[in-house]
């Protein structure tokens, strides 16, 4: 009877010190290849953006380039910025900061304003942005104000489409 109770506390008791073991979920950084129409990067813009760490959100940066010629005037730009994402699974609130050069053979002075001392142009970011969890289409939008120091632009706006992995 001793051996028959001390088996039961036994079983019993392992049930509740016992721990089961837990796979690591194993989270891989967000990278983006994305198209963007207007927003930081002034035009039209082929991008790249990834996390810094390995999570779907947190901080990150972005580079593009784009270029437009008229058969006149050429314009190239390259945005570049760090940007932090703030939400869960799929959806996110974007805020971003940074900078565009720009590079044109036609007068600064019709595009941004007396600029033509200044060939980078300040950008924010203000988006939602949906970014699937494994891999797949991306989408963008949001206001991007844009600034130098001689003008501000707050109701700039900007939409992109890619592909997330």
Do not use: C, H, W
């Not at 207007?38 to 082929?46: D, H, I, K, M, S």
């Not at 932090?84 to 044109?104: D, M, N, V």
């Amino acid at each position: 009877m001793k051996n028959l109770t001390f088996t039961i506390i036994t079983v019993l008791s392992t049930g509740l010190f016992s721990y089961g073991q837990q796979t690591p979920i194993i989270e891989k950084r967000a990278q983006n290849i994305f198209v963007e129409f207007l927003g930081q990067g002034l035009l039209v813009t082929a991008n790249y953006d990834t996390r810094f760490t390995n999570k779907r959100n947190g901080i990150g940066g972005r580079i593009g380039i784009g270029y437009i010629n008229d058969s006149v005037n050429g314009i190239t730009t390259i945005p570049v910025g760090i940007n932090y994402l703030l939400g869960k699974k799929s959806s996110f609130f974007e805020i971003g900061l940074g900078a565009t050069y720009f590079g044109t053979n036609r007068d600064r002075k019709t595009i941004f304003e007396n600029s033509e001392e200044n060939s980078f142009i300040g950008t924010m970011s203000f988006s939602y942005r949906l970014q699937p969890v494994d891999s797949g289409f991306s989408f963008r939008g949001g206001i991007t104000p844009i600034f130098n120091s001689k003008f501000f632009l707050p109701y700039y706006v900007g939409v992109s489409l890619g592909y997330t992995f």
